[in-house]
């Protein structure tokens, strides 16, 4: 099951805008400047290396990977991986609990009070 997309579709950014369109009663115009808002302000976080904590959701931390020696998996050449950052998700105990079909309700969203990343 690890790999397996089990949804039928993927959601886009214009289908967020369209629910809050149909949910809050925005303009289009209006629901899809604040979706602009809420991603970019989330992009702006990310780029200065800040972790984001979104409560029964899960947190978004960019962490750092030092240059090291791969091999090309066709011609088992060795290559060098350069440094980069790269942006890792942990979902919370709620969203995990939703996910595996659970019940969430009484979780306290654990991921809050947990500073360790």
């Known amino acids: 099951m690890a790999g397996q997309n ?3 579709s993927t959601i ?9 369109y149909g949910k809050i009663g925005f303009s289009k115009k209006e629901a899809s400047e604040l979706v602009e808002l809420v991603f970019g302000a989330l992009k702006d976080v990310l780029h200065e290396g800040e972790k984001v ?8 931390v960019v962490r ?6 791969g091999r090309n998996p066709q011609t088992g ?9 790269v ?10 609990a939703m996910l595996n079909g659970e019940e969430y309700a009484h ?10 990343d």
Do not use: H, W, Y
């Open 77 to 85: 050449e060795q290559i060098k991986i350069t440094a980069r950052r």
């Open 64 to 69: 750092g990977k030092n240059e090291r020696i």
């Open 12 to 20: 886009t950014k214009a289908d967020i805008v369209e629910k809050v």
């Open 87 to 96: 942006l890792t998700f942990r979902p919370s105990q709620v969203l995990k």
């Open 53 to 60: 904590k979104i409560s029964g959701f899960g947190n978004f």
């Open 107 to 116: 979780l306290k969203d654990e991921d809050d009070d947990n500073d360790n």
């Open 6 to 8: 089990l949804g039928k």
